[in-house]
Structures are given as structure tokens and as C-alpha cells.
């Protein structure tokens, strides 16, 4: 006797919809409309003859029997992304935060193309979680404030460095010798995706009892950084974000630069460690970040 078919569209749209406890935020993931959604999670209730989600006015939740549906439903989906991967291999995606991006990357990038002409990277911009197989992720530049997920493997690069930054004729109106003087005499600059970065470094130069946060906080490191270059005070970097443009002498650190807690690592898809093009891309971020080919 044939197996019955699987209504395939069906059962990806209730995964969504259990994963991402909206009908809308499926919908919006898929592709579809949200009537079709909810069509897609009815007809699959009525063929098992059991509720899957609890409707509730502003968001759904998977019942018991939805919860375990979806999770061997994820599971599945994950292989057959990974299968077509191994099978049919398309263009290699890095993924790293926007400043990374802007400031470390794509200035490199120029010079792994012409020594790499073959090869077809992609760029993803994101700085926290990510689904290798769901997102189609290659490799991952990552602070290690955030966990690899079990489909990728994650290699510690270098550790990190901070130091207070700022335009260099800023530097000149605000002398500024040592921490102290940096709390009495600077406007200390911020970013939200790091709230706790001037406290941090506090406790990397061995004071962890100075009283030190920013007097401005911008949404992103490169916003922050930007206003540094402008002027506006000192911003807590990372050394690898700002070491091109001291090295061009648009900024400068007069406090230099210390140990942080935090890692550089990279992350690389386990589904995908036996592609050419996956470890060409992983040596030679390995080599521009370190300064070691193995």
C-alpha cells in the first residue's frame, strides 16, 4: 500500500508557526499571506482531528501534541536543508555585525577576490543568534558574548582588546592621562548593543571601582565610533574595529588598549566543513585576523 503524501507546505508553515508563535511572523517568513497560513495549520487540525496551536488574541502557542509535532518537524526540515547543501552547493555566505562589516571586512575584501576570483561570498549582516542551515550560513564572525549553535563548530580567534578612542584633536583638548582624568574631563561615548562596555573595560585595567558610563549612547558600534572620529568625546572599541584609521592617524588611543572578557571567534557549519571554497574563506580570515594560516 503507497504511503500517503505528505502535505509538505503545510506542515513548514505549523513549524513556523510553533517556532515563531505568530501566524503573521510565519506568514512573513514564507512568504505567503496570513490567510493562507492559517488555512495551512486548519487543514492539518482537522486531518489529525486535534488542536495544534492555542489562538490567543495576539499571539499562538503549539498544544502539547503541536509542540512535539514541530520539533520533529524542525529536525527534518534542518537535514533536508542540509542534504540539498551537500548535494547542490551554492554561493558561500559570511555573517558578522554591520561595524565588522564596514570597518574590518569589506576593506580586506577587495584583496581575497582578486586572489580568489572563483569563489562567490556572500554577505549576511548579523550580530547575535543564527540558524546555519535555516539561514543558509556558511561561516559567522562572532563575539563570544553569543554561543555557536549545535550546527556550526566555533574556533577562538583572538581575544578581544578595548580602549578609549577619539579624534585626535579631541585628544588635545581633553588631556587625559589616566582613567580618572578621563571621567573627570571627557564626554564618554556609548552603544546600546553594549551597555556595560565602559564598566568592563574598568575592570580590564585592573579599576573595577571607578564610577565610568557614557554621558551619550548610540545604537550601534559604528555609530559610535563614527562620532568619536567626528569629535563628539571618547568611544570604548574594540582595537580590530578602529586599528585601520589609527593607523591613518583619524583616530587615536591615548589610554591604549587592554585584555577584555570577551572572545573573537569564528563559526563555521558543520554541514558544509568539506566544501573547498569553506576552508579557502576560513584560512584567510584565519590569517587576517591572527596572522596564522593553520
Known amino acids: 500500500m503507497p504511503k500517503p503524501r505528505l502535505p509538505l507546505n503545510a506542515l513548514r508553515a505549523f513549524e513556523a508557526v510553533a517556532r515563531l508563535g ?4 510565519a506568514a512573513a517568513e514564507l512568504g505567503v499571506t496570513h490567510g493562507a497560513v492559517s488555512r495551512h495549520v486548519r487543514a492539518l487540525e482537522a486531518q489529525f482531528g486535534l488542536p495544534l496551536v492555542e489562538r490567543g488574541p495576539r499571539a499562538v502557542a503549539a ?3 503541536g509542540a512535539r509535532l514541530a520539533a520533529e518537524l524542525a529536525e527534518s526540515f534542518e537535514r533536508m536543508h542540509a542534504a540539498v547543501a551537500r548535494v547542490q552547493p551554492g554561493p558561500l555566505t559570511l555573517s558578522c555585525s554591520a561595524t ?3 570597518r574590518w571586512l569589506i576593506p580586506r575584501l577587495e584583496t581575497f577576490k582578486r586572489e580568489n576570483p572563483a569563489i562567490e561570498l556572500r554577505l549576511n549582516i548579523n550580530y547575535g543568534d543564527v540558524d546555519f542551515i535555516r539561514d543558509e550560513i556558511g561561516v559567522a564572525i562572532r563575539n563570544s558574548m553569543y554561543r555557536a549553535p549545535p550546527s556550526a563548530a566555533a574556533e577562538t580567534l583572538i581575544r578581544e582588546e578595548i580602549g578609549p578612542v ?3 584633536d579631541y585628544a588635545r ?7 580618572d582624568d578621563l571621567v573627570a574631563r571627557a564626554r564618554l561615548l556609548g552603544t546600546a548593543t553594549r551597555p556595560e562596555a565602559w564598566t568592563e573595560w574598568a575592570r580590564a585595567i585592573g579599576r573595577p571601582e571607578l564610577a565610568i558610563g557614557p554621558d551619550e549612547v548610540f545604537g550601534h558600534f559604528y555609530l559610535v565610533i563614527q562620532a568619536a572620529s567626528c569629535g563628539l568625546g571618547f568611544a570604548l572599541a574594540p582595537r580590530l574595529l578602529v586599528e585601520d584609521e589609527i593607523a591613518a592617524g583619524h583616530l587615536v588611543a591615548p589610554l591604549g588598549f587592554a585584555a577584555g572578557p570577551h572572545e573573537i571567534q569564528l563559526w563555521t557549519a558543520e554541514h558544509l566543513r568539506h566544501r573547498p571554497d569553506l576552508r579557502i574563506v576560513v584560512a584567510w580570515l584565519r590569517r587576517e585576523m591572527t596572522g596564522r594560516a593553520a
Open 22 to 25: 505568530s501566524m503573521s511572523a
Open 63 to 65: 498544544t502539547p501534541e
Open 100 to 102: 565588522v562589516m564596514m
Open 166 to 168: 577619539c579624534h585626535p
Open 173 to 179: 583638548r581633553v588631556t587625559a592621562g589616566g582613567p
